[in-house]
């Protein structure tokens, strides 16, 4: 269904394939020794284009392909200027030849759209100025690996309306999943997302700047960082912006008493305290964790 299909957004994908890359996760995480065994991407090579440093993204990609039999090599911004010393449109010439698919982690998401352009194998969104998909497919896992189902929970994102919080609105208006979002003015998610998930939302998706208003019942409580990396120089102005956005016991009392709360790492004192984040209904190691399972969909389904 997914296969050499390029990965961009989840746009990309329909609610059935969306549902399809859970239930393959699913059965990853429970089944890893037999994936090992049967090295179902045996043969297979994947380059890890990164223009930004990660964590969880390098790790789970590298182990992902790794225990399925595939082979991943990793190209750092000290390996790769992607544009700089050679057009884009030539890399991807030269690695697509060399590679069963490209996972890239850029600034700008037009650079994904021209790898993709020119590629003859499939491009993966690691994580663009806009996107960041296969965070929202952890985040959907996460969700419903806890309750046990999607559709109907309610999700209250408080913070900065970017790249993660971007899709993860795309993937609750396909999969039946309320979602609002309560940002400062003028950092709101781009008219664009919103006007596309109301479109096809098969739930309500709700923008605010009232976070009490957008955690109250909530099932889900999320946040992300306010400083993204490459905006250190905005720290000070943003940090201002987001007073009363921090995510505390104060807050965190309208929600659903069974809430859970969720942050894709690495996170900092200003968006939530070690009392909500260390807490018993804190899932954000497990979330980390659950990187691996879908990314090994992914890649099993693509490449």
Same mark, same amino acid.
């Given at each position: 269904?997914?296969?050499?299909?390029?990965? &961009?957004?989840?746009?990309?994908?329909?609610?059935?394939? *969306?549902?399809?890359?859970?239930?393959?996760?699913?059965?990853?995480?429970?089944?890893?020794?037999?994936?090992?065994?049967?090295?179902?991407?045996?043969?297979?090579?994947?380059?890890?284009?990164?223009?930004?440093?990660?964590?969880?993204?390098?790790?789970?990609?590298?182990?992902?392909?790794?225990? &399925?039999?595939?082979?991943? *090599?990793?190209?750092?911004?000290?390996?790769?200027?992607?544009?700089?010393?050679?057009? *884009?449109?030539?890399?991807?010439?030269?690695?697509?030849?060399?590679?069963?698919? *490209?996972?890239?982690?850029?600034?700008?998401?037009?650079? &994904?759209?021209?790898?993709?352009?020119?590629?003859?194998?499939?491009?993966?969104?690691?994580?663009?100025?806009?996107?960041?998909?296969?965070?929202?497919?952890?985040?959907?896992?996460?969700?419903?690996?806890?309750?046990?189902?999607?559709?109907?929970?309610?999700?209250?994102?408080?913070?900065?309306?970017?790249?993660?919080?971007?899709?993860?609105?795309?993937?609750?208006?396909?999969?039946?999943?309320?979602?609002?979002?309560?940002?400062?003015?003028?950092?709101?998610?781009?008219?664009?997302?919103?006007?596309?998930?109301?479109?096809?939302?098969?739930?309500?998706?709700?923008?605010?700047?009232?976070?009490?208003?957008?955690?109250?019942?909530?099932?889900?409580?999320?946040?992300?960082?306010?400083?993204?990396?490459?905006?250190?120089?905005?720290?000070?102005?943003?940090?201002?912006?987001?007073?009363?956005?921090?995510?505390?016991?104060?807050?965190?009392?309208?929600?659903?008493?069974?809430?859970?709360?969720?942050?894709?790492?690495?996170?900092?004192?200003?968006?939530?305290?070690?009392?909500?984040?260390?807490?018993?209904?804190?899932?954000?190691?497990?979330?980390?964790?659950?990187? &691996?399972?879908?990314?090994?969909?992914?890649?099993?389904?693509?490449?």
């Amino acid at each position: 269904m997914l296969s050499k299909r390029s990965f &961009l957004t989840l746009k990309d994908l329909s609610p059935e394939e *969306i549902h399809l890359i859970l239930e393959k996760a699913k059965h990853f995480k429970e089944n890893r020794e037999i994936y090992r065994q049967q090295a179902p991407l045996h043969g297979k090579t994947l380059k890890l284009l990164f223009q930004k440093r990660s964590t969880r993204t390098r790790v789970s990609s590298e182990l992902a392909m790794s225990e &399925l039999g595939g082979k991943a *090599i990793f190209l750092g911004m000290e390996d790769i200027h992607l544009g700089v010393n050679e057009s *884009i449109r030539d890399t991807v010439q030269v690695l697509g030849r060399m590679a069963s698919g *490209i996972l890239a982690r850029v600034y700008k998401h037009k650079d &994904l759209e021209e790898l993709q352009k020119y590629a003859e194998v499939p491009i993966i969104n690691a994580l663009s100025n806009k996107f960041h998909p296969l965070q929202a497919l952890a985040d959907l896992f996460t969700i419903k690996s806890h309750f046990g189902t999607l559709t109907g929970q309610k999700v209250g994102w408080v913070g900065d309306g970017n790249n993660v919080c971007h899709s993860l609105m795309i993937a609750c208006a396909k999969m039946g999943i309320n979602m609002m979002v309560a940002s400062p003015p003028n950092y709101e998610p781009l008219k664009e997302v919103i006007t596309y998930c109301k479109e096809i939302a098969h739930a309500e998706i709700a923008v605010t700047n009232d976070p009490i208003n957008t955690v109250s019942d909530a099932n889900v409580v999320v946040t992300d960082t306010f400083i993204s990396l490459g905006q250190e120089s905005q720290k000070e102005k943003k940090l201002q912006h987001f007073q009363g956005f921090q995510v505390n016991s104060d807050l965190i009392k309208h929600a659903k008493p069974d809430y859970i709360f969720m942050h894709c790492l690495p996170r900092h004192q200003e968006e939530v305290t070690d009392e909500i984040f260390y807490s018993t209904h804190s899932l954000v190691f497990d979330e980390a964790e659950n990187r &691996l399972y879908t990314v090994a969909a992914v890649l099993k389904n693509i490449l």
